[in-house]
């Protein structure tokens, strides 16, 4: 699972950046989303498929009816890479 936050989800009201030490934060966020890309890209290269549950996915009351028939359709799609998240802006 990716922390909203700490991982930079674009568009998402828990990836705000902080007002303080603000080059350091946007230095130390960059490098965890370059990170993920990374592993996402080896993780491909061996044939795996890659799912990224977002925070935001988890915090609606009804986030496990959600996310377990988003995880079933997922499993049982084809999709490579996917991203379950909700819009939360």
Do not use: Q
Request: hydrophobic share 45%; charged share 25%; with cysteine.
């Amino acid at each position: 699972m990716h922390g909203c936050f700490w991982h930079l989800h674009t568009g998402c009201s828990y990836s705000k950046m902080p007002a303080t030490r603000v080059k350091f934060w946007r230095e130390k966020l960059s490098k965890n989303v370059e990170r993920d890309r990374l592993a996402v890209a080896a993780l491909r290269r061996a044939n795996w498929r890659v799912l990224i549950v977002w925070e935001c996915a988890t915090r609606e009351p009804d986030a496990i009816v959600r996310l377990s028939h988003a995880l079933f359709a997922w499993i049982n799609g084809r999709e490579e890479v996917g991203e379950i998240e909700v819009n939360c802006v």
